[in-house]
């Protein structure tokens, strides 16, 4: 299994672009998430999704758009980019596992983003 | 909203010294509680978890307590090596969504 992958690992933006990081896991997960990390802010939730063809926001969903049309896949679309959204971007996936129902959240291994 | 907090890093120890790294979180009933550690250039991975209270989680030399009474879940390791140099997130969570701790940036000197 690879896990969960992320398309691509670095990208550098001019203010006003666009563009698509593209996630994908192979284990069959329902629940997939994107975040960013920022020096000293830990990980913040962008967008998630709870299953094929669900969204829903997270604490900074501003400027970014999500997708989830196949369930092992999930898109994190910037329309406009800014240089705020320069920044480490996270893609997860996860499932219930166990009697207790707890959820482990499997990462990929980030994306590079810089807008200038 | 609920939230972790971490102790403030970068924390720097010699080998096989003793860590702590004090993390506590706001949510109320029994969350799930995890650790995850990040080396550099990689994504996270999981260390360690405990779903209920007085439960221990432990995983490479690291252990953590859950506990409810002090809303706690420190981690510790009793002689901490090079590798173990990282960055470590506490976190809490239900079913859908997990709120992280700033992380901790840990350095091992030798």
């Known amino acids: 299994n690879a896990g969960v992958t992320q398309t691509p690992k670095f990208r550098v933006l001019k203010t006003g672009q666009s563009m698509t990081l593209l996630c994908a896991q192979d284990m069959n997960h329902e629940y997939m998430y994107w975040y960013r990390q920022d020096p000293g802010m830990g990980l913040r939730l962008i967008h998630y999704s709870v299953g094929e063809g669900t969204t829903a926001k997270g604490e900074v969903p501003d400027g970014y758009n999500v997708s989830r049309l196949k369930k092992q896949n999930f898109l994190l679309g910037l329309e406009s980019a800014a240089p705020s959204q320069t920044s480490v971007y996270f893609c997860a996936s996860s499932t219930r596992r166990g009697p207790v129902g707890i959820y482990e959240q499997y990462f990929g291994p980030g994306t590079r983003l810089t807008v200038t | 909203g609920d939230s972790v907090t971490q102790m403030e890093g970068p924390v720097t120890l010699s080998e096989e010294a003793f860590l702590t790294i004090n993390c506590t979180y706001t949510?109320?009933?029994?969350?799930?509680l995890f650790w995850y550690v990040q080396y550099p250039g990689e994504g996270l991975q999981l260390l360690l978890k405990?779903?209920?209270?007085?439960d221990k989680g432990s995983n490479k030399g690291f252990e953590a307590t859950y506990r409810k009474e002090t809303t706690s879940f420190h981690l510790e390791k009793g002689s901490v090596q090079v590798s173990d140099s990282a960055v470590y997130f506490c976190?809490?969570?239900?079913?859908?969504?997990?709120?992280f701790g700033q992380g901790t940036r840990l350095t091992i000197n030798p």
């Open positions: 976190a809490e969570g239900g079913a859908q969504k997990l709120v």
């Open positions: 949510a109320t009933g029994y969350p799930s």
């Open positions: 405990a779903t209920k209270a007085d």
